[in-house]
């Protein structure tokens, strides 16, 4: 089997209107599932001109909550990767006890709903740890339950040590492409057997 990826960027009219990107759908012969995103553009009623809110992201993030689901999507709308990191998503929240969750804010009390804004914690049900990652759907960043050594700079070798902060979380990467979301889930799996 071989597998191309090929990324462009433009607007719909552009991609519609070029040549080149019609010849190679039209030569493609291979099925393409995707989430389906389709433009966020509101016209502002004061003004009447259109206002561009990014992308929406149609169907659910995986293992986040009802509640959570407008706060999350709307933070993925600026995210260039959306796609890789729902790809993260789905592919942790598929492994046993993994639940994902909001935070409580400080002034939180009982009855109050989780904070979807920020990130989101993924934490091993049962586990007397804290979430084993810690996703941020705006940007793609990854906060893994790891300390940075020579084995995850083999294994993930766009993945970088942070010097500040939970002294237990030390490693990050940012999914901008296939390759980091691969080293994302490879690091994910080395926390969650961890935790």
């Known amino acids: 089997m071989k597998l191309t990826y090929v990324c462009f960027e433009g607007t719909p009219q552009e991609l519609d209107a070029s040549e080149a990107v019609r010849e190679l759908v039209r030569q493609g012969s291979a099925t393409v599932d995707a989430v389906s995103w389709a433009p966020r553009a509101v016209v502002d009623p004061e003004s009447d001109d259109e206002v561009d809110f990014g992308w929406l992201v ?15 999507k709307a933070q993925l709308a600026f995210n260039r990767a959306a796609q890789q ?9 598929s492994w046993e006890s993994v639940g994902v969750h909001g935070i409580k804010r400080k002034t939180w009390q009982e009855g109050d709903p989780l904070d979807y ?24 960043v990854i906060n893994f339950r790891l300390q940075y050594g020579d084995k995850i700079a ?14 237990q979380y030390r490693v990050n990467i940012q999914i901008h492409d296939e390759s980091t979301l691969r080293q994302a889930l490879a690091l994910a799996e080395l926390a969650h057997d961890a935790t």
């Open 85 to 93: 990191f729902l790809d993260f998503m789905t592919e942790a929240t």
């Open 117 to 140: 804004t920020g990130y989101l914690r993924l934490r091993r049900k049962g586990s007397q740890y804290g979430g084993f990652v810690y996703a941020f759907p705006s940007t793609g």
């Open 58 to 72: 149609e169907g659910d993030v995986p293992g986040v909550v009802e509640e959570g689901q407008s706060t999350v």
């Open 154 to 167: 083999q294994l993930a070798p766009d993945a970088y040590p942070l010097t500040k902060g939970n002294d």
